[in-house]
């Protein structure tokens, strides 16, 4: 399925009014990893393990870049646009996910 930079953000505001939940996984409660699955799992990219379902305080636990590998692509800071996915660091390891909408 192709999808364009413009569905990615509708579908990451479509999230926006989803209540926290810590390892959620869908419209009933979500965190910021759940997002990127339901995502995934949108374009039939992603089908979730076990290990990336339950995971700690740290999502670098279960190795964010390898469970969403399909996914991403690395793409330099000045390329950054609407669409675009981020893992941001907190020390070394990527430990929060966000989409960019605007």
Known sequence: ?????????????????????HQGRSKLGVDCAGILVM???????Y??????????RDPASFSLKKELARMLISIDKENIDCGAILLLKILREPQ???????
């Open 1 to 21: 399925m192709n999808i364009t930079r413009q569905e990615v953000v509708e579908f990451a505001r479509s999230c926006k009014d989803i209540p926290y939940q």
């Open 39 to 45: 995502l995934g799992k949108w374009l039939g990219e």
């Open 96 to 102: 929060h996910v966000g989409i960019v909408t605007d």
């Open 47 to 56: 089908s979730e393990s076990k290990e990336a379902r339950r995971y700690s």
